[in-house]
Structure formats: C-alpha cells, structure tokens
C-alpha cells in the first residue's frame, strides 16, 4: 500500500513556475515507477511525465516536453515535477501516482496508487 499527497500547486501568471511535490508513505518508495497526470474541467486525465524507479529514465508528453522537468529523491520518498513557462492551458488538477508496470507507461490503468491531486492555474 502506498500513499501519495501532491503539494506545491498555486495561481501563477503565464510564463511563471511551480514545483509540485508528491510525498509517498511505506518503505517500498523506490518499486515503484511514478508519473503525474493532469485532469482540466470537462476533459480526460492525461498523462504529463513519468520517471523510472531509480530515477535514471524519463519520459514526457509532447505538450509539455521542454517546459517540464520530472525527477525523484528515494532517500526522501518523494517525486517533483518542475514546471516552467506555464501557459493557460497548463491549467488543470495534477495528481502523481504510482505504477508496478515493468516499463514506463503513460496509460493511467497501469498506475496502481493515486494522490489527490493539486490545482494548478496559469493565468493569462
């Protein structure tokens, strides 16, 4: 069983920056590959980033590829996700979670464990 809780969401102008932060309970942090997902009113999650278990492999959607930045401290349990130059479109709910899957996936059915997410507006 794991916990997620993001942090960090907020009210940034366009071209701005946040860090999300996404701490996770247990002690088996380090199993698991993590991305962040995001969900805007009236659409589809969708996938944003993903990292692998120790951290050494990324992987980005092509809306946000450039702009952001994912990355993972195992010591500390937690995964972030940098975002600069947001834009109002970058406007959404941002949830982190956990996935089991032997490789890096953007399908939100391989995740197993998911936070409850943070707001993130990008106003224009």
């Known amino acids: 069983q794991v916990q997620l809780v993001e942090s960090g969401g907020g009210l940034v102008q366009a071209g701005g920056s946040l860090r999300l932060s996404c701490a996770a309970s247990g002690r088996t942090f380090s199993s698991y590959a993590m991305g962040w997902f995001r969900q805007a009113p009236g659409k589809e999650r969708e996938f944003v980033a993903a990292?692998?278990?120790?951290?050494?492999?990324?992987y980005y959607s092509d809306s946000v590829k450039g702009r952001f930045t994912i990355s993972r401290d195992n010591a500390k349990n937690t995964v972030y996700l940098q975002m600069n130059s947001l834009k109002p479109e970058d406007t959404a709910v941002y949830y982190c979670?956990?996935?089991?899957?032997?490789?890096?996936?953007?399908?939100?059915?391989?995740?197993?464990?998911w936070g409850q997410g943070t707001q993130v507006t990008a106003s224009s």
């Open positions: 979670a956990a996935s089991s899957f032997w490789k890096l996936t953007t399908s939100t059915l391989q995740y197993t464990y």
């Open positions: 990292i692998s278990k120790s951290g050494g492999g990324t």
